[in-house]
């Protein structure tokens, strides 16, 4: 199957604007740019496998209706698309021909790309594709894949699948193959920049980017949503929605009192937002529901508050004396002491967007010690 059919759908400038984009969300410097778009021109495409276990598809999904500036064409135009379950027109005996006839031509080659859970209740019966359960079809083409992406939470973790009571035992690709080097991309669905940027990375210096604990790319995912979050001055200035529709919710002050798990997870949200509009969960009022943290993703509710511990203000500015009484502190408490830290930070934010990331950023803007519940 080729990813031609595809692909001719941007233009020129979309393509630069995308491997700009990519270069930036790297964190390398914009010289970089040049050479990233030799690696997205170059012919040597590398084979791609996709497959599908439990999930909604939503991750595909989010990732094909981009349209402006086509990342998705840019990603299929960059990959030889060798088979993927939902985009193929074969089925049945045709289809698992074409699986087999990939992963022996490309053997040792191809990106393994998994979408979904894997079930491993009742010897896999819940995930049966062609007479072969998900586990074994995931570890037939793991044998043979030189990378293993797992695109979207559910393949990186188990996801919804994997929530209480998980009748299927769901679990994520890292929980069965445990000597592989796994790529996460979260997210319900993941940003697909992140999964842009990720394959360009490894097609640009034939290695990984830095991963973190949890194996996700740490350029895409080694902040967390507060950080840069537009509504973070009115955290720090103690200014909060307390109910949906109320007229803190109306301003668009903080979500963090209707649950939002921003100070909890790692992800760029609030920098590289979604579906070319530039919009994420919090900028239309839903508090963040942590769809990047195994910990939190249906597996907290969503008005549960994650646990803020000592917040400090931005350690540009002059110190702020916070007085707390027991263990963690009441954001309005913190939030009021950090009004000053809280407006200057909402101008470095304002910044930071007009400026390119010419250089990676520091590794935290904040000082701020949270944990998530
Ligand atoms: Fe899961 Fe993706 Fe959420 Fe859906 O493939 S991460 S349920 S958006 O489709 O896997
Ligand atoms: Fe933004 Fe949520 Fe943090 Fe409030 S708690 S500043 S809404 S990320
Ligand atoms: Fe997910 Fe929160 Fe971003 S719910 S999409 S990590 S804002």
Redesign the pocket.
């Known amino acids: 199957m080729s990813s031609h059919a595809t692909s001719k759908t941007f233009s020129r400038r979309d393509f630069v604007r995308t491997c700009l984009t990519a270069t930036a969300m790297m964190g390398l410097p914009l010289r970089m740019a040049a050479r990233v778009m030799d690696a997205a021109q170059a012919d040597d495409r590398p084979p791609v496998i996709w497959l599908h276990f439990q999930e909604c598809t939503g991750c595909t999904g989010s990732l094909l209706r981009s349209s402006h500036p086509a990342v998705s064409s840019v990603i299929l135009d960059l990959i030889s698309l060798e088979y993927h379950e939902t985009l193929m027109a074969g089925a049945g005996l045709q289809a698992e021909q074409s699986r087999h006839e990939a992963m022996t031509a490309y053997r040792g080659r191809y990106i393994l790309v998994v979408e979904g859970a894997i079930p491993t209740a009742g010897h896999g019966a819940y995930c049966r594709i062609g007479g072969k359960t998900a586990h074994e079809l995931l570890n037939e083409a793991a044998d043979g894949a030189s990378l293993i992406l797992c695109l979207g939470t559910c393949s990186s973790y188990g996801g919804i699948q994997a929530a209480d009571p998980n009748p299927t035992g769901a679990v994520g690709v890292r929980d069965l193959l445990k000597q592989k080097t796994i790529v996460n991309i979260p997210?319900?669905p993941p940003n697909p920049y992140n999964f842009l940027s990720t394959i360009l990375h490894f097609l640009t210096f034939k290695r990984l980017p830095k991963l973190d604990g949890l194996g996700r790319p740490q350029f895409a995912y080694g902040r967390k949503?507060h950080e840069h979050c537009e509504r973070r001055p009115h955290f720090d200035a103690g200014r909060f929605a307390q109910a949906y529709g109320d007229e803190g919710h109306a301003q668009g002050y903080c979500l963090y009192k209707l649950g939002c798990?921003?100070p909890a997870?790692h992800?760029n949200?609030?920098v590289q937002r979604f579906n070319d509009v530039g919009v994420?969960?919090?900028s239309i009022g839903h508090p963040?529901?942590?769809?990047?943290e195994p910990d939190l993703l249906f597996r907290t509710s969503i008005e549960e508050k994650v646990p803020i511990q000592e917040p400090t203000p931005f350690e540009g500015y002059a110190p702020a004396v916070v007085e707390r009484k027991g263990k963690g502190a009441d954001p309005l408490t913190t939030g009021l002491a950090g009004l000053g830290a809280g407006l200057a930070l909402g101008a470095g934010m304002m910044m930071s967007k007009r400026l390119p990331h010419a250089t990676p950023p520091p590794e935290k803007t904040i000082h701020e010690k949270t944990e998530p519940a």
């Open positions: 997210g319900c949503i798990k921003g997870t992800a949200c609030s994420w969960p919090v963040c529901i942590g769809c990047t």
